[in-house]
């Protein structure tokens, strides 16, 4: 079984600061780890993957994030936050096993940028 | 190169009735899921379709039922409606690739509305 625990269902940050979402999982054999934006009214984008290579994952929007096993945690973290980063953030875990490799999501984290 | 297509955007049904919602693929990809998303919660997983088979469920009753055609879009039907169906549905599409992690790509999704 594999599960997802987002802490903070609402972060607040001023445009320019350090963006920090929190991830931990929960997963009985190496995960694949994602994390995806939601802006209002539309589907889920990609923002990165960890798919077992390299531990520090870039993405777009200058987003990235870091897998560290002894943690179990996968956060996601932007140096410097822009207006157009306002939405809500959801990371997923799957087994990676293939075969029918469904995601299972964490609740989300609302994300607001204030001048 | 299209992305991952829904239809309808939105609908609104009476309690009792049935649905049928719509997602073509992403061009290339082979495989469709399909997820449930509350007001306010993470996507949650309810089946997956690969070959016109339904590969994986999720915790969901058999009110829900899906079909995949042989040019890989796939239908979502759900019989007597009820109010808690209420939600936007989600259709992921990935590319099944042997002994490789596949990423799945989320088209806009269907609000549903039951009344």
């Known amino acids: 079984a594999q599960s997802v625990t987002q802490l903070g269902s609402h972060v607040s940050v001023s445009e320019g600061a350090l963006v920090l979402l929190r991830c931990n999982y929960s997963s009985s054999v190496p995960p694949y780890l994602f994390w995806y934006v939601q802006y209002p009214n539309q589907g889920l984008q990609l923002l990165l993957k960890?798919?077992?290579?390299?531990?520090l994952v870039k993405g777009i929007n200058g987003f990235e994030a870091e897998f560290k096993k002894s943690e179990t945690s996968f956060h996601l973290t932007k140096p410097s936050a822009h207006m157009s980063d306002a939405a809500e953030y959801f990371c997923a875990v799957s087994l990676g096993t293939g075969g029918g490799n469904k995601l299972t999501f964490g609740t989300g984290t609302q994300l607001k940028v204030e001048l | 190169d299209a992305g991952v297509t829904q239809s309808p955007t939105h609908l609104i049904k009476t309690r009792g009735q049935q649905v049928t919602l719509r997602c073509s693929p992403k061009s290339g990809h082979d495989t469709v899921s399909w997820y449930q998303q509350a007001l306010g919660q993470g996507p949650q997983f309810i089946f997956q379709y690969y070959e016109e088979e339904e590969r994986q469920r999720g915790n969901f009753p058999d009110r829900f039922s899906g079909h995949q055609f042989p040019n890989y879009s796939s239908e979502l039907n759900v019989n007597a409606l009820l109010l808690g169906d209420s939600a936007l549905y989600l259709c992921?599409?990935?590319?099944?690739?042997?002994?490789?992690?596949?990423?799945?790509?989320f088209g806009p999704g269907t609000r549903l509305t039951v009344l």
């Open positions: 960890y798919t077992s290579a390299a531990t």
């Open positions: 992921a599409s990935s590319l099944e690739e042997a002994g490789r992690q596949y990423t799945q790509y």
